[in-house]
């Protein structure tokens, strides 16, 4: 089940546009009474590429990322920016041999720079979680935003790789990975510790996370309003340095800034 699915319709409403392949749903929707694009990754069991059939971001859904995007901060050149809400439940990015001859680090960084492209030209760029987030297909969709919301359920994860591959490839049983874990933040899958990173702007409980209810739809609209409002006209990432965890960060970035305005 992708909970993407299950959730775009609601918070976007309308009809999904066309143009774009079947793994990827765009709706044009409203939000804090302004225009909205609503962005999603679902799975396409017909999906030329095998390895991009579960919902993962693959060349497809990478360039169909980009277009979507790109699409939208173009027809706002001249107007107000809309609101764009990457609706995020991806568990990977396309793992495979075609994947690589074709060029899926290209076809990813495409959705990356859209992402930041919209973000810089003004346009409030939302991520909201609600299921998995993982590795370079959350890089591609939806890490670019400025407010980053995840529903607060254990079926909602980020990291850069599964728990089976991560212990694979650092020589650790599961086990082992997960007392790692328990001690060092960026290594757990849980949402307080990616929160004491300072990346996300807030964690909502609802009733059903898989299938929401209408009061979810309505809580969860409310709060990307909220972020709309919050956001402003502010187009960086700043917000994310304030997290109990990112002390190092803050104290690597201000000696860098020393030394940039002493030279």
């Not at 690589?100 to 973000?119: K, M, P």
């Not at 728990?163 to 328990?182: F, G, N, P």
Request: aromatic share 4%; proline share 4%; net charge neutral.
């Amino acid at each position: 089940m992708n909970r993407a699915l299950n959730w775009l319709p609601g918070l976007a409403g309308g009809q999904a546009l066309p143009g774009y392949p079947a793994s990827l749903r765009v709706i044009d929707g409203e939000l804090d009474n302004r225009l909205a694009r609503f962005i999603a990754v679902v799975p396409d069991a017909d999906n030329p590429f095998p390895r991009a059939r579960s919902g993962e971001v693959g060349l497809l859904e990478g360039w169909g990322l980009a277009k979507a995007v790109s699409e939208a901060v173009e027809a706002d050149r001249h107007g107000q920016k809309r609101a764009i809400v990457a609706v995020i439940d991806v568990p990977s990015q396309a793992y495979g041999r075609r994947e690589e001859a074709l060029g899926i680090h290209q076809a990813l960084a495409a959705a990356v720079q859209a992402y930041a492209q919209a973000r810089l030209a003004g346009h409030p760029v939302i991520g909201l979680l609600v299921g998995k987030a993982m590795s370079g297909a959350f890089l591609a969709h939806g890490y670019q935003a400025q407010r980053l919301i995840a529903l607060d359920d254990a079926g909602v994860m980020v990291h850069a790789m599964g728990k089976a591959a991560a212990a694979r490839i650092t020589l650790r049983s599961v086990e082992q990975l997960e007392a790692l874990a328990a001690e060092v933040p960026p290594m757990a899958y849980d949402l307080a510790s990616y929160a004491s990173l300072g990346l996300l702007w807030r964690r909502l409980t609802v009733d059903n996370a898989e299938t929401p209810s209408s009061a979810d739809i309505a809580q969860v609209r409310a709060c990307l309003a909220d972020a709309v409002r919050d956001i402003g006209s502010s187009s960086d990432l700043s917000s994310r340095l304030t997290g109990e965890n990112r002390s190092a960060s803050r104290q690597v970035r201000e000696q860098l800034r020393r030394q940039w305005q002493g030279a």
